[in-house]
């Protein structure tokens, strides 16, 4: 009985060896090729390679693409360096004896190139990692190589995955749309499958088609090249409209805590940028303590900055009306020239204490990468300002609205002399208010760290377009603030493409300039007897 079960493992063991034999001939075969210093030779190499059972066929291909697959044209040895440096004879899969003088890594060409990303998506196709098969997907899709039909109709047969079946189908139709011997039935299915994909790689599918073909599969193309056309051009758009709004709030976030000094005092405070630019050093500062300390809580650390830089800034703001603007109220002029000098003391005392270099803050995880939504590209970094903006506009909203605080701030904007005469301290009201407007001035701070340059000079970039969104939207009106910043942020973002940045700002100040001749007041007016008068 043990020799009859001997003698079937042999008769089995016998059978797999002739049936894997000639797969790996071809593959042992193939890897001459690679040796004769020719393109075409390369191109032909590859191919056997990649249609063989070998299953380092991919480490091998990607040896190729990443310059570590060399050669030898005296010897035909053929070598290869793995992830961890070793040198393998790529025709045996064994450490390589000594090398020949003559070995050079095995050259490609743009073509070439093409084949080896092709090559490398049909090797990846079948792997039970998903994330591998769709990424081998979608090398196929943008290579378009004939070579790869084969694999990629066998890959879509067994393919059980929804969003993977798409992109195999995408793959396929960008190579039989542009297949000159394919049936002109399956090219112009194949056009309609790129026609429904609509995205930049399918227009670029769609044109090569157009350019080589004629009669009804001509007009399909030419068709649906105009539908993609034009829903690119609506998707263009509306990432013009998600950029605007992006640059919109954090626009709101530099000029909402000016809205409230200006709106409440009449303050122009040339220091506000100071202040979004000390909430900016506070994160520096958290996040340098976090390094040295706890490195385990970076990911944390806005989530602490933020209550830090609020509270250093508040403090600051407080501090700046009681020794100095407390003493010009009803003189404009006075006030913009002493805060004035106090945004040159800050940004000198900060360069003094930091240097004049910028400081590098590190965006934690969950703000880092970029997701596709339809066709827009959405930073995370960018989501997460913008949810952060709205949620610090109705927190101000709510404290303005529903604490005796918000109440007697709106009484003193509102009618000054009617609230000292009710017993409002107006000139605690001044301090609060000007420490609450310089505190979400620090908090914006944290937030614009993760999008520019932390340095002395942050926020002097923010303080001239602050002043715009005020007065645009109504001195001291935050709803005016918001629609304020958001139309500046989408008008700008959509006339950059005509007339440029700089250019752009211009016209937008010139608008404002002319706005406020008819509206002096802004979009929306404050009301009130004393406003009024």
Do not use: C
């Amino acid at each position: 009985m043990k020799r009859l079960l001997r003698l079937i493992g042999a008769f089995l063991l016998l059978a797999l060896s002739s049936a894997l034999a000639p797969a790996a001939a071809q593959g042992e075969g193939s890897i001459a090729g690679f040796a004769a210093d020719d393109y075409s030779e390369t191109d032909k190499a590859l191919g056997a390679l990649a249609a063989s059972a070998r299953p380092d066929a991919p480490a091998i291909v990607e040896a190729l693409r990443d310059g570590r697959l060399l050669a030898s044209p005296s010897t035909k040895l053929v070598v290869y360096k793995d992830a961890k440096g070793a040198t393998l004879d790529a025709a045996t899969g064994l450490p390589a004896a000594a090398a020949p003088a003559d070995l050079a890594p095995v050259r490609l060409n743009n073509r070439l190139r093409r084949s080896v990303d092709a090559a490398l998506g049909s090797l990846t196709l079948m792997s039970s990692d998903p994330a591998r098969r769709l990424a081998a997907a979608q090398s196929a899709f943008k290579a378009r190589d004939a070579n790869a039909l084969p694999a990629l109709e066998a890959a879509l047969a067994k393919e059980s995955d929804a969003r993977i079946q798409r992109e195999l189908a995408a793959a396929r139709a960008a190579i039989l749309a542009a297949k000159a011997d394919a049936p002109e039935a399956q090219r112009i299915a194949a056009v309609d499958t790129l026609r429904d994909r609509g995205d930049q790689d399918a227009r670029t599918a769609l044109a090569v088609v157009v350019a080589n073909s004629q009669g009804a599969l001509k007009a399909t193309a030419d068709e649906a090249l105009r539908h993609v056309d034009s829903g690119l051009a609506l998707w263009a758009n509306a990432q013009n409209v998600w950029y605007g709004l992006s640059l919109g709030s954090v626009l709101l976030l530099a000029a909402i805590g000016l809205a409230i000094t200006f709106g409440v005092m009449g303050v122009i405070n040339m220091a506000h940028g100071e202040m979004v630019m000390l909430g900016a050093y506070t994160t520096f500062v958290v996040q340098e303590w976090i390094r040295a300390h706890n490195p385990a809580l970076f990911d944390v650390s806005l989530l602490i900055a933020l209550p830090l830089a609020f509270v250093v800034t508040g403090a600051v703001g407080v501090l700046i009306e009681r020794t100095v603007i407390r003493f010009l109220y009803g003189r404009a002029l006075e006030t913009l020239l002493a805060t004035w000098g106090v945004s040159l003391i800050l940004q000198q005392a900060v360069r003094t204490w930091f240097g004049a270099n910028n400081r590098e803050v590190g965006a934690p995880s969950w703000m880092s990468g970029s997701f596709e939504l339809g066709g827009l590209s959405i930073t995370y970094g960018r989501m997460w300002i913008v949810v952060f903006t709205i949620g610090v506009f109705f927190a101000l909203q709510l404290v303005l609205r529903a604490t005796p605080f918000g109440l007697r701030m709106r009484a003193v904007t509102q009618n000054r002399r009617m609230a000292s005469a009710m017993g409002i301290d107006t000139n605690r009201i001044d301090a609060l208010a000007f420490g609450l407007g310089s505190g979400i001035a620090g908090v914006a701070g944290v937030a614009l760290s993760q999008i520019d340059n932390v340095s002395p000079n942050l926020g002097q970039s923010y303080i001239i377009d602050s002043f715009m969104v005020v007065v645009f939207g109504g001195v001291g009106n935050l709803w005016g603030t918001l629609v304020a910043a958001l139309t500046l942020g989408v008008a700008n973002k959509f006339l950059e493409p005509f007339v440029g940045a700089v250019l752009g700002k211009i016209a937008l100040l010139v608008f404002i300039i002319l706005f406020i001749q008819k509206r002096p007041r802004g979009m929306f007016a404050l009301k009130g007897r004393a406003v009024e008068a």
